[in-house]
C-alpha cells in the first residue's frame, strides 16, 4: 500500500509557538533520516553482540588510511539532540553569572571537580578524570560557526556537510572524499569497510553530490549469512508501482549486495576480546568499536551516537545520567585499548549539533541554543587542556545564545591534516576553503600525505528523456573508453561502448530493454584511459 506522507503544517501567516515548531523540526528530521536511509548504498549492517552497525562501503580518506602504514584511528561521538555545554564543563570563573542565569538547573559547587581554576566538570562526570590527569583530554571552547541554526536537522546538516549557515549543501565532507578521490567507489569497493557507523543512521556525513549514503541496514547476522551464501535475501520484483515501491525496491536491492564485509568484521568480531565490563548501552557501541579494533579489522574511522540531549523540560533528570553514561564509557574504552597499547593511536571526539542557552526556560530546561565545548580523548593530544576562548556569559548574541569563538570546521581540518595527515591542499578543497589549524590541540603527524587527487577529472551524469537512461560525460582530451553497466551486485549486464572516442562530449543509452534486464538501480562505470568512474543510475518500468 503507498499511502502519503503527511505533516502538520502551520496556516500562512499565523504564528507558531515554541512547542509546535520544535515538533514540527522533529517530524521533518526523522522524514528525512528515513528517506535518506533508503538512498544508501554499498555497505553492510549487522548485528553483533546485539548491536546494530553500519559499515561504511567507502570513504577515500578511509580507504588509504587503510592501505597505509598509518594505525591512526579517529572515533566521532556524536550527542545527538544538542548538549547542554553549560552543565558539561562549567565556567567557574564565572560562577555568579552562570549560576544567575540557571537558578534552577546549575550545578551546585558542591557537586563540581575543577579540571584547573577557570573550569570544572560535575561530578557524575568524575569517570573521565583519570584521562584528564593522564593527560589524554583536552576541551575546545566555545565551538560552533556563524549564523547558528538552531534547527535539528539543518544544524545536523551543516555540521555534516562543513557547509555554511547559508548554503544548503546535500553532500558530506567524506562523500565528496569519495567522488574527488575515489571516483569508482560502487564498481570497486575495497576489501575492508574503511568506516563504521553504529546507531544514528542516516547522518550526512557520508553521503556524496549524487545524494548516495554509502550504507545498508541488515537486521542480524543470520540475514548476512543467508546473503553471504545465496547472494540474495530481499525479493525485488513484487513491489508497489510508486514513488514507496521505487525506494524499497533500491534499499532491498543494495541490501542483496552487503556481503562482502561480513567475513572481515565477523573475523575481527571473533579475534578479539573485551578487557573490561561496559555497563551501559551506550558503552556497548564502543565495546564493539574496542572490539573490532583490536581484532585487527583494519578501519580508520568510526562514529558512535549517544542520543538524549534535547533538555527542553527536566534537564537535571536528564542530561546528568546522559553524561554519567559518556564518562563511564570512554573511561571504560580507553581502560580497554589500553590492553596491547591500541589506545595510542585512537582519537576520540564528541559533538553536537549545537548547545543550549544560558538562560534556563521556566521548564527546568534549556532551549536551542550556539556554541557549546566539544570534548577529545586520546594520548595523542599530548598533554590535557583547554582550546578557544572561554565562553563569555555576558556579550551573548540577541537570541540569547553564546557566541562562538572557535570555528567547528577549524577542528575538522586540524585532525584531518594532524592526525589522520592529509594533505593540507586536499583537507581544504573538501572543507570548501581554508580554516586555520588549531595547533593548540597538539596532534603531530609526519608531514606525509595519505593520498592525492586522481589525475584527472571527469565530468559525467545520467540523464532520463523519453523512457532512455543516457550515460553522458565530456573527455579532455581523446583517449580509449568502455562505458560498462553494473547490477547493485556488482555484476555486469551490458556493454554500451569500448573504444576510442575524441575529446568532447559523449552519450551512450541504457534502457529496460537492453540485455533484458529488469528495471530498478544499476551503475555505469566509465573507464577513461587509465581511470574508472562511476554513478547510480536508476531505470523505469
Not at 19 to 39: C, K, P, T, V, Y
Not at 442 to 468: N, R
Request: glycine share 10%.
Amino acid at each position: 500500500m503507498c499511502n502519503h506522507d503527511k505533516k502538520p503544517t502551520p496556516r500562512h501567516g499565523s504564528a507558531i509557538e515554541h512547542g509546535q515548531a520544535h515538533e514540527l523540526d522533529h517530524h521533518s528530521w526523522s522524514r528525512r533520516m528515513f528517506i535518506r536511509n533508503l538512498g544508501i548504498a554499498g555497505s553492510v549492517s549487522l548485528m553483533l553482540g546485539r548491536m546494530p552497525i553500519t559499515a561504511i562501503a567507502s570513504s577515500p580518506l578511509a580507504i588509504a588510511l587503510s592501505n597505509s602504514d598509518n594505525e591512526r584511528i579517529l572515533v566521532l561521538v556524536r550527542l545527538k539532540g544538542g548538549n547542554d555545554g553549560l552543565n558539561t564543563i562549567i565556567p567557574v570563573f564565572d560562577y555568579g553569572a552562570y549560576q544567575a542565569n540557571r537558578p534552577g538547573i546549575g550545578i551546585p559547587l558542591a557537586d563540581i571537580t575543577n579540571l584547573n581554576t577557570e573550569f570544572g566538570i560535575p561530578n557524575w562526570m568524575g569517570d573521565i578524570l583519570p584521562l584528564w590527569q593522564d593527560g589524554k583530554m583536552k576541551v575546545a571552547n566555545s565551538v560552533g560557526y556563524p549564523n547558528h541554526s538552531l534547527s535539528h536537522f539543518r544544524s545536523s546538516d551543516i555540521w555534516a556537510s562543513a557547509s555554511d549557515a547559508d548554503v544548503v549543501e546535500d553532500s558530506g565532507w567524506l562523500g565528496r572524499f569519495l567522488e574527488g578521490q575515489f571516483p569508482d567507489y560502487l564498481t570497486n569497493p575495497p576489501s575492508i569497510p574503511p568506516a563504521i557507523q553504529i546507531g544514528g543512521s542516516g547522518n550526512l556525513i557520508f553521503t556524496n553530490t549524487d545524494e548516495v549514503n554509502m550504507g545498508v541496514i541488515v537486521d542480524d547476522p543470520n540475514a548476512l549469512y543467508e546473503i553471504a551464501q545465496n547472494g540474495e535475501l530481499y525479493d525485488t520484483a513484487n513491489l508497489p508501482d510508486c514513488y514507496y515501491g521505487d525506494q524499497v525496491g533500491y534499499l532491498r536491492t543494495v541490501a542483496n549486495s552487503t556481503f562482502r564485509y561480513a567475513e572481515s568484521i565477523s573475523q575481527a568480531y571473533n579475534a578479539s576480546a573485551n578487557a573490561v565490563a561496559y555497563d551501559n548501552g551506550f558503552a556497548q557501541q564502543l565495546a564493539l568499536v574496542a572490539r573490532l579494533i583490536k581484532g585487527g579489522l583494519g578501519t580508520r574511522l568510526y562514529m558512535v551516537t549517544l542520543d538524549g540531549f534535547d533538555t527542553h523540560a527536566g534537564q537535571n533528570n536528564i542530561q546528568p545520567n546522559l553524561l554519567n553514561t559518556l564518562a563511564k564509557a570512554m573511561k571504560a574504552f580507553y581502560d580497554d585499548l589500553a590492553v596491547g597499547g591500541f589506545d595510542k593511536g585512537v582519537l576520540s571526539m564528541t559533538y553536537s549539533e549545537f548547545g543550549r542557552r544560558i538562560e534556563q526556560n521556566a521548564s527546568g530546561g534549556t532551549d536551542h541554543g550556539a556554541a557549546a565545548p566539544l570534548l577529545l580523548f586520546g594520548e595523542g593530544l599530548n598533554g590535557n587542556g583547554f582550546v578557544g576562548d572561554n565562553p563569555d556569559l555576558h556579550n551573548l548574541d540577541p537570541n540569547g545564545n553564546l557566541q562562538f569563538s572557535t570555528d567547528f570546521r577549524q577542528v575538522y581540518a586540524t585532525l584531518l591534516e594532524y592526525w589522520l595527515c592529509v594533505d593540507a591542499d586536499i583537507v581544504d578543497g573538501v572543507l570548501g576553503q581554508s580554516f586555520t589549524r588549531l595547533p593548540e590541540l597538539g596532534l603531530d603527524c609526519a608531514p606525509t600525505p595519505v593520498f592525492a587527487p586522481p589525475a584527472m577529472q571527469l565530468k559525467h551524469w545520467a540523464s532520463y528523456e523519453g523512457g532512455q537512461v543516457g550515460v553522458n560525460y565530456v573527455l579532455p582530451e581523446g583517449m580509449p573508453v568502455q562505458v560498462e553497466i553494473y547490477n547493485m551486485l556488482g555484476q555486469p549486464v551490458a556493454n554500451l561502448f569500448n573504444g576510442y572516442e575524441p575529446a568532447g562530449q559523449h552519450r551512450h543509452v541504457f534502457h529496460a530493454g537492453h540485455a533484458r534486464v529488469a528495471a530498478g538501480y544499476y551503475v555505469y562505470s566509465i573507464r577513461a584511459g587509465r581511470q574508472v568512474f562511476s554513478q547510480k543510475l536508476r531505470v523505469a518500468k
